[in-house]
């Protein structure tokens, strides 16, 4: 049924563009000192429109040549104008179709298709550029269950869904801690405009119009970095809605499928058979509203950092067990944890205490207002305290389930399946007191995980990797 | 309960290990060294000369005469048709598990150095990173590569 055919013809466009982009790119020096000489100026204006003719005939060309289609057991593209290339993926190495839409496309009613294998970086590996919306998800299915022969499954019909409150997304907008990432980028942008404008001196201006300030009033400075503290959070916080708005979660058979983004619509879709482990986090600051953030460990590289393993972004806490149980019961797990020894408390109370004291004797030192550093260790006891209530772990039913928390608390539901080795360590103290750090590797996209809980009982962590030993 | 490991790895690795830091120790000697000729030169610092120097001694020390003993006496490992069960560390003893299932290859590697020795390594790779047997007889390790691939060719559905 899928015989060779072309995308919308609305990729044109995408096509000119993204040459347009390229070639602009890599002669971006060069185009600068062209336009800075008089002689070539005059040659713009009559120049242009050719050059745009030119590349819209590209783009055409570049349409006309790319040409996919389905044969046997793969997705074949052939593509490209002077430099004719084929690519061929097999069903199997295909790890995630993402299907979503820009504005663009939206206004025509179009679709974009993302083929991604395991293989390679960030870039999916095949790009549809503008696809009808019906034909798109039919190319979907095909691609994700192999099978040429579509017909209407029926436990397709049956799913469960779950939408993202307005109020959840409020509250993830306004907690999430995009700030930083926000700050930075103001320090990036100013700092290439330095590059790109070498006369101008940002970091000059900025720091006598800041010095200039400073000899007036010091309110006004502290006023300015509240400023720019608020508009980082109202940009993280537009940035988290457009993101995250519209966001729904359905499970279909072995798999869930996520929508999300207000103006650019993607959807996302995590085989069940690829998810190593589930992770909830809770925030510091969204904990006291009872609110977590689902996660998944995957072995899928969809998505940049962050934003690819989010299986819901705030749940009330009260209804995670369901939501398990619905969406993934695979992961579901009765929540009693057993705690840690007393005697494990001291080290949790040392670890966090000595740093903090160690900062707090040389601010002390250094800074004239040092003394208020005195506090530190206080809240490091406290800190140490609350890792220590914390900390803790289950195994039950093939799942192991450890609990631990740095600043917020993370929660991980593992099968036992999924564990690729496990470690229990012991330092000499640790061995005098019986205790030892447990650790449990993981596979996923990037970078191998670890999970580890500090403080265990040696017994019952030889308790667990006896467990873990016996018929795999 | 289970039992600890019981396997050594190779006696030889003590000299190997001893060679293989008398030869790093070296080059940081050198190090110190160029610092020393380059402090008269120029009349850098001289303590740095005395503290470059004293870090490398500390080093050919712990290194060569000390860690490679210790190291010997506390590694041990096994293999089982279920697991492979290493056990080290010096001062944090670890205590791994890894379930033959898991293993995604293995593989024996030799540098130059450990040729001389007639040792290699065997390095064992999951899903979530690779451990590693280090400094074992030639004709263990490759007894033991063979013997891992083939117990972890049991094909198992879920990664």
């Known amino acids: ?472 | 309960m289970r039992n600890n490991p019981q396997q050594r790895i190779n006696a030889k690795a003590v000299s190997y290990w001893r060679w293989s830091a008398g030869i790093k120790s070296g080059f940081l000697l050198l190090i110190s060294a160029g610092y020393h000729m380059a402090q008269q030169h120029w009349h850098w610092p001289a303590w740095i000369s005395f503290v470059l120097l004293g870090l490398t001694l500390a080093y050919a020390i712990y290194a060569i005469i000390l860690k490679p003993d210790i190291t010997w006496r506390t590694w041990r490992y096994n293999v089982s048709e279920q697991e492979i069960d290493l056990l080290h560390g010096v001062f944090i003893r670890t205590r791994t598990l890894i379930p033959m299932v898991r293993v995604q290859h293995v593989d024996t590697e030799q540098g130059p150095l450990l040729r001389r020795f007639g040792l290699s390594s065997v390095s064992i790779s999951t899903a979530a990173g690779s451990h590693e047997i280090p400094a074992l007889a030639d004709e263990v390790a490759a007894l033991l590569r063979d013997q891992i691939s083939v117990l972890a060719r049991v094909v198992d559905e879920d990664v």
């Open chain 1, 1 to 472: 049924m899928y015989n060779p055919q072309r995308v919308h013809p609305l990729a044109i466009l995408e096509f000119t563009l993204r040459k347009i982009y390229s070639l602009g790119q890599a002669l971006l020096p060069l185009l600068i000192i062209a336009i800075a000489q008089q002689e070539i100026r005059k040659w713009l204006l009559p120049a242009t429109p050719i050059l745009l003719v030119l590349f819209v005939a590209y783009g055409i060309l570049y349409w006309l040549r790319y040409v996919f289609y389905i044969s046997g057991q793969e997705l074949r593209v052939e593509y490209g104008v002077l430099v004719r290339k084929k690519r061929y993926i097999p069903f199997e190495r295909i790890q995630t179709v993402q299907i979503s839409a820009g504005i663009l496309q939206r206004l025509f009613g179009l679709v974009k298709v993302q083929v991604e294998t395991a293989g390679g970086g960030r870039k999916a590996e095949f790009v549809l550029a503008a696809l009808p919306r019906d034909r798109a998800a039919e190319l979907q299915k095909i691609l994700q269950t192999g099978e040429t022969h579509l017909e209407a499954r029926e436990d397709e019909k049956e799913y469960i869904e779950y939408k993202l409150s307005t109020r959840s997304l409020l509250l993830l907008a306004s907690t999430s801690n995009g700030i930083g990432v926000v700050l930075s980028a103001f320090f990036v942008i100013i700092s290439q405009l330095n590059d790109f404008f070498p006369n101008l001196d940002v970091w000059e201006k900025v720091g006598s119009y800041a010095g200039h300030l400073a000899t007036g009033r010091i309110s006004l400075i502290i006023l300015a970095i509240f400023l720019l503290f608020l508009l980082a959070w109202l940009l993280s916080l537009l940035g988290t809605i457009i993101q995250f708005g519209g966001f729904q979660l359905r499970r279909t058979g072995d798999r869930i499928i996520i929508k999300r983004g207000l103006f650019e619509q993607q959807q996302v879709s995590i085989p069940i058979k690829r998810i190593q482990a589930i992770k909830v986090v809770e925030g510091l600051l969204r904990q006291p509203w009872g609110m977590v953030s689902v996660q998944v460990v995957s072995i899928s590289n969809t998505g940049t950092k962050g934003e690819g393993n989010v299986l819901f972004p705030l749940l009330p806490k009260a209804e995670l067990p369901a939501f398990l149980g619905q969406v993934a019961p695979e992961f579901s797990m009765p929540w009693e944890l057993q705690g840690l020894p007393a005697r494990a408390r001291r080290r949790y109370l040392l670890a966090n205490i000595i740093p903090a004291l160690i900062i707090a004797i040389f601010c002390a030192f250094y800074w004239p207002w040092g003394y208020i550093a005195i506090l530190l260790p206080v809240l490091g006891a406290a800190l140490g305290n609350k890792q220590y209530n914390d900390a803790g772990y289950q195994m039950v039913d093939n799942k192991l389930l450890l609990r631990s928390r740095s600043l917020g608390r993370v929660t991980m539901i593992i099968p036992r399946r999924r564990i690729q080795s496990l470690h229990v360590s012991q330092n000499p103290f640790q061995a005098r007191n019986d205790l030892s750090n447990l650790r449990v590797a993981i596979a996923s996209s990037n970078t191998p995980t670890t999970v580890r809980l500090k403080g265990m009982d040696i017994q019952k962590s030889r308790g667990i990797m006896n467990c873990f030993a016996n018929t795999h």
